[in-house]
């Protein structure tokens, strides 16, 4: 049996509910230059329907986009979703509510965003609604040095400013209220009723919810070239966000027999 036909068969033996939950880039979306150009290819959005529909089974996305950009690349009804790292957590057609921050934390990401629009023109910048991130994917590839600079720099500033800061492939990310994928994937199982759950994820951000998943079933690590250290101990490999689309094909045709 294949490695993901094995894992398809120790998927279908947790016990339901099921909570399916997902990071979208680098896992079921490939990584691309300009996050705005990511897309979730058809066949995995038509499995991750399929999934949402499924008797038992709950589905979630849980990324570091804000609510505007996850919504450009689904449209999927009946899931949960976790943005921001999980600074917004919403069930299954939950509107957002108004969120605010203290006049301190907004002068200190004002101020991190004047350097990073100064600083780092080239970068692409994703502007959320507590966070600013900083990606050099695109300036790495041709100015490695100027890149690795830049990202020793955001480190320094959103250090300075007393923000929250994330690290991940090729991104800072400076955050006025500290979030983490693990707390949003807690918070979506107790709510959900779920009794088990498997999340996959390809980035040090996913960490903590693959090892929620690990000791509430199956947290999986989706490996790529831009890997930045080793996958936790107890996460079952992918190898590629081509295999993850195939496991969840599988699944999703499994599940609904």
Known sequence: MSRVGALVE????????LLVALDVDGT??????DPDL??????????????ARAPGVGL???????LSSI???????GIWRAVEHGGLVLGPGQAPAPRELTPERR?????????????AQDAFIEYKPQAIAVHVRAIASEDPARAAKLLGEADELAQNLGLHVRRGKALREAEAIHHDKGHALAEIFERSGASSVFF?????????AIEFATRHGVGAFVCSDEQRGAP????????????MAQLLQQLAERITR
């Open 28 to 33: 079921i979306s490939p990584i691309v230059r």
């Open 232 to 243: 936790p101990a107890s996460a079952t490999l992918l190898q590629s966000v081509d295999e």
């Open 60 to 66: 979630a996305l849980i990324t570091g986009r804000a």
């Open 107 to 119: 002068e200190a990401l004002d101020l991190f965003q004047h350097w990073v629009e100064t600083r």
């Open 38 to 51: 990511a897309r979730i290819p058809a066949s995995t959005l038509s499995s991750l329907e399929t999934l």
């Open 200 to 208: 996959a994820g390809d980035d040090l951000t996913d960490f903590p």
């Open 71 to 77: 919504a450009r690349m689904e449209q999927l009804e």
């Open 10 to 17: 120790s998927l279908l033996e947790l016990e339901r509910p």
